[in-house]
């Protein structure tokens, strides 16, 4: 599931793309109109050009077509037509059906509600509304990736940079005493910044890669988790250190990003203050660069850029849903991560839905619960 | 665990309609880590999983049989090895 703008509600137009196995929805929501109808042709255009064999346009949520839209609409729909596909309108409202018969929309398949895709298992609205629940619960900031700064050879670019940033904010947010983060990657022997929290952290890995020095360059190079508490009394990098002090950071920790057995780069840290990260705040980092290695191992697969882009988004924020509520079970019952796990499949195989679904319903009651306290614990009971 | 376990795992792949890479895609969203060169192995019985990667592998086409109206047929190492 992505959603354009990524800033969330409160522009004019929001469109939502969800990839489902036979086709394509985009739900738009707000105005189409002269200023955001370009910002719809270019997401169907894309769709269009690699290679979906459906598009439905859900207009449920659209409150207002203007010719430029209408023209679009018209443009993507001729476009598909041309290799045989089509672009299928869903719940137009009645003001937009008028606007469509009046510029004609013969041969536009006009369907009604999003039945279908419950069918498939997906359901647009609450997709989104447990995704930003997610993202609260993990205190997700602000995350830049870094234009221009070159992937390893054969991995997809673009599918790894959201994946990758999603990384880096989770490292962020979750490993404690965290000021910020980053992954650098190795291309032709050179290492390079591809995600970074904040522009001190930038700095640093600018610093490490200019003096070859410094825990990411180890790292990334030896395969090994490489940490230090404290910059004062650091004597390995004697080139680096004074230059991340002068940065104001005081402890890092850099773990190796590692595919098919080789080094390929590394997740840094870093703290302001001395000491900060305990050693389970280090085997935390750890696993995150194995999240991240985990990605970029699995990037190689023959399916096109843009859709794979999406659905690591998708998987990562499914799998966020299911550790997250795998955590409250934990927690609630005192079981071990295993049991949790099997508590939610046990659930998912007698109702016969979806384990992510179960995990998104204990969030959300979860939620409801801290909304209106102190209501029952029942209703996150089995 | 046995080859037969394995053989089950691939042959319930087959009729699910999934190639080894759309398997590993919904493994992965399900929070497997193991890469997708790994579970191939799984499949061909080169690599042995854990009872958890091959429980998710489990979960993974018993979802995708349900989306094509069938039951959970694939059966979990795990309630086995509890019960």
Known sequence: MVTWPDNGPGGRLTLVVAFLPARVVVAVRGELDSLTAPELGAVLNGLADRGHRSVVLDLAQCDFVDPAGLRVIAESIAHLALSGRTLELRSPSGVVRRLLDLVGSAGLALLDGPEADRAAGLDLQRSVDVGRLAAAATRLGPVTAVAGAPLPGSIDGEAVDASLRLVVALARALVGGADGASVSLRRHDRLATVAASDETVLAMDADQYATGQGPCVDASTLGRRFHTDSLNDETRWPAFAPKAQALGINAIVSSPLVVRDQPVGALNIYSRTADAFTSQDQDLASLFAAEASTVLSGVELSVGSASRSVWFAEALEGRQVIALAQGVLMERDSIDETEAYRALRRFSTQTSRPLRERAEDILASLHRRAAAPPASSEDIHE | ?83
């Open chain 2, 1 to 83: 665990m046995s080859e037969e376990t394995l053989d089950l795992l691939d042959r319930a792949r087959v009729n699910a309609g999934l190639s080894p890479d759309e398997l590993w895609m919904r493994y992965f969203e399900l929070g497997g880590m193991s890469t997708a060169l790994q579970v191939d192995a799984f499949l061909h019985g080169a690599l042995v999983p854990t009872i958890h990667d091959h429980d998710l592998l489990a979960h993974a086409l018993n979802e995708r049989f349900v989306e094509l109206g069938g039951n959970h047929p694939v059966p979990y190492l795990e309630d086995r090895h509890v019960a």
